[in-house]
């Protein structure tokens, strides 16, 4: 890493993981720098953030915007918002495989994913098959340092509501004390400590966080 401190991509500023992970970055006096694309302007101001509006479909070749050390990618959606099968996979697959494509090109060394429990190229569920897919692809990419955060389900205070996953969020929060701590709720700041901490420490090879350790 820098001397001067950490250049880190991240990927996803908006959501409910990416906003923690904002939020430790900054508050991080090892990164120097934070570049945040997103699809709409962030209401974060910062003198060391950088958030572009950017069209996920048309990435720019943009050396300001890919010449960092590290990529935290928290994006992700459901299949309820995304409308259809295709559209999920262009958000929670083609998108984050298309950063990490620009970002290692131009020399990033550390790539920080938050996948899914569960997550497997051979899975019959869709979702899991699709985050299965895409951890594959980015260890065809040759990051000298791969974290891959496999929560369970997220809890934390959405700005869209999903009554579902607030159902679950409740009764897996009652059950909690005698559930294994892998079914347990994975909070989301601490899969966002998970995530700074493992792309910030840039450990050689693949290295897996289980929802277990998240709980």
């Not at 904002?22 to 006096?29: E, I, P, Q, T």
Request: net charge positive; proline share 5%.
């Amino acid at each position: 890493m820098r001397a001067d401190g950490a250049r880190v991509l991240l990927v996803g500023a908006t959501g409910l993981v990416g906003s923690h992970v904002l939020d430790r970055l900054l508050d991080d006096v090892r990164v120097a720098r934070v570049v945040a694309p997103v699809r709409r302007a962030l209401a974060r101001v910062d003198a060391r953030l950088h958030a572009p509006v950017v069209d996920f479909d048309a990435l720019p070749d943009d050396a300001a915007l890919w010449a960092v050390d590290v990529v935290i990618c928290t994006l992700g959606t459901t299949m309820r918002q995304a409308g259809s099968r295709a559209a999920f996979r262009r958000v929670d697959h083609d998108y984050p495989l298309a950063v990490a494509a620009h970002a290692r090109r131009h020399g990033a060394l550390a790539f920080a994913l938050t996948s899914a429990m569960g997550a497997d190229v051979q899975s019959r569920f869709f979702y899991n098959r699709v985050k299965g897919e895409l951890e594959a692809a980015l260890q065809t990419q040759g990051w000298p340092s791969l974290t891959l955060v496999r929560p369970g389900l997220i809890g934390g205070t959405r700005t869209q509501s999903r009554s579902g996953e607030r159902a679950a969020e409740i009764v897996l929060d009652a059950l909690a004390p005698v559930l294994p701590r892998r079914w347990r709720i994975s909070p989301a700041p601490h899969i966002a400590t998970a995530l700074v901490d493992n792309a910030l420490a840039a450990r050689p090879g693949c290295h897996v966080v289980d929802a277990a350790a998240l709980a």
